[in-house]
């Protein structure tokens, strides 16, 4: 038997789907941190510089002007990495927040927070659509509120497919327009399931839903281990409630909504409010990523064994440190050092670990940790960290001016250390004298407020990885 919502309720829900999904977390750090260096300009200006920054992403130097606009207009209207304010455009807080902090994690959490319909990230004729629709829904809160229902009522731990999400809750006005009770979906689900009912998935009549989802895994709010089923994430209560409670809303549709009634020119003044909004300041609500939760694994099979390894892990770093799991640089800082701590003492020079040192931000040296080599030589560290769900890759680091001048004064004795933390093992990319690399050509470096480098990271000459000792001590 296939399921079709009833044709009173029917409604199509969608949004922006970017073409470089499979690669969004790679893509949405890298221009995160571009934009972050343009000042507010003229649209076509920011733009130009924009389109300049995608054209330089690897893969994409033989991508067509039309493709490059595409990207950019994908990643304005659907991130809001961009903040318009009237004639002219500059970096929303969003964007200058990932390209600071690098913690991708929080940025999915705080894009899916806002996240809603109807809202500009679609073309005014849509949201019109939708307005005559009467459609009013968030969701990634009503998934978690539909997911945190039907843990207090069913035995098993209770899941969601994609096909589920967008037949049963996305593409009905029971929820999107009625706000249908979680008990209520949840009943049609499973009764669904009960009968042996199948969903329509050809085309893309499934792909909306299933980029939520999608994202919502990203943002470690939900977990699957299939692509198939997905669950809450058990460890992510905290920032799960917030969604839950949360009566944030943008509100400028609503008496459009509640009228039935609205035109194009009128949406598309609202425009700029929107991506206001989406970048206001959200200091009351916290999502930067728990690392023990993110490294966590929270499957019936692994919960207690994994996360009591985790907290030793974290305990071996506050050892050295006291710092927030959540202070992402600070919490990278003190892997490195433990990391450094146990280099020297497998060296058999446990005698110099006393020497290394956590260098206070206000010295300004342009590293973070101050290390020595077995031969008792200096080695000043400057690390890099960025979390996301998976790894990411390697082949770009900025250093600020203040990094980059020390590089060129200690040469062989600077190190930059690339840490990504993710859900799997912890990956450490090496790379020493940046400076002298970059003369003998074996990367390239743009000045940009410091200093980009851009290296491949398989060659054996630019770097290396290294296993990251703190994670198995």
């Known amino acids: 038997m296939m399921y ?4 009173e309720y029917a409604v199509r829900l969608h949004h922006v789907r970017p073409r470089f999904k499979n690669d969004i977390e790679n893509v949405l750090i890298y221009l995160a941190t571009e934009i972050a260096k343009i000042p507010e300009l003229s649209r076509r200006e920011f733009a130009e510089y924009v389109n300049n920054a995608i054209i330089k992403y690897p893969g994409n130097s033989e991508l067509s002007k039309q493709t490059i606009n595409n990207w950019r207009t994908e990643i304005t209207s659907l991130f809001g990495f961009i903040e318009h304010n009237g004639k002219y455009d500059k970096c929303g807080l969003r964007a200058k927040e990932l390209a600071e902090k690098g913690d991708l994690i929080e940025f999915f959490k705080i894009f899916l927070f806002s996240f809603q319909y109807p809202a500009s990230h679609i073309k005014p004729h849509s949201v019109l659509k939708l307005i005559e629709s009467g459609v009013r829904f968030k969701p990634a809160q009503y998934i978690l509120k539909l997911l945190k229902y039907a843990a207090s009522t069913e035995k098993a731990r209770p899941y969601i497919t994609k ?11 029971r929820v999107v327009r009625d706000n249908d009770t979680p008990k209520s979906t949840w009943n049609r689900i499973i009764a669904n399931r009960s009968i042996g009912v199948k969903y329509p998935t050809s085309g893309d009549v499934t792909r909306y839903a299933s980029d939520i989802a999608d994202y919502m895994v990203i943002a470690n709010l939900l977990v699957t281990y299939d692509n198939k089923r997905f669950y809450l994430n058990n460890l992510e209560d905290e ?5 839950i409670i949360s009566k944030e809303w943008f509100s400028a549709f609503d008496t459009m909504i ?8 009128i949406i598309n003044s609202i425009s700029d409010e929107w991506f206001r909004f989406v970048n206001r300041p959200l200091e009351k609500t916290d999502f930067s990523t728990n690392v023990l ?8 099979e692994r919960t207690e064994v994994e996360y009591e390894t985790i907290k030793a892990f974290n305990a071996l770093i506050k050892s050295n440190s006291d710092i927030s799991t959540k202070d992402i640089g600070d919490f990278g800082e003190s892997l490195v050092f433990a990391h450094e701590c146990e280099r020297l003492r497998q060296g058999n020079r446990a005698d110099l670990v006393h020497l290394v040192k956590r260098i206070p931000t206000a010295l300004a040296l342009g590293y973070d940790i101050n290390s020595r080599e077995l031969d008792d030589r200096q080695r000043h560290i400057e690390v890099k960290t ?16 203040n990094e980059w001048n020390a590089a060129e004064t200690d040469r062989s004795i600077y190190y930059v250390y690339r840490l990504m933390i993710n859900k799997t ?3 450490l990319f090496i790379l020493q004298d940046p400076v002298g690399k970059y003369k003998r050509d074996l990367i390239s470096m743009v000045p940009a407020q410091g200093a980009d480098l851009n290296f491949p990271s398989s060659n054996a000459e630019v770097g290396f990885y290294e296993e990251l000792l703190s994670w198995k001590s």
């Not at 509640?258 to 020119?265: A, D, G, I, L, M």
């Not at 996301?388 to 900025?398: A, M, V």
């Open 4 to 7: 079709a919502v009833p044709k």
């Open 163 to 173: 096909a589920e999400l967008c037949h049963c809750v996305m593409s009905d006005l």
């Open 239 to 243: 920032a799960i409630q917030k969604y």
């Open 258 to 265: 509640k009228n039935r009634e609205s035109t194009v020119p």
């Open 293 to 300: 939760s993110l490294l966590s694994d929270d499957s019936v």
């Open 386 to 401: 960025t979390v996301s769900s998976k790894p990411l890759d390697f082949n770009k680091i900025h250093l600020t001016r």
């Open 425 to 427: 093992v912890p990956r």
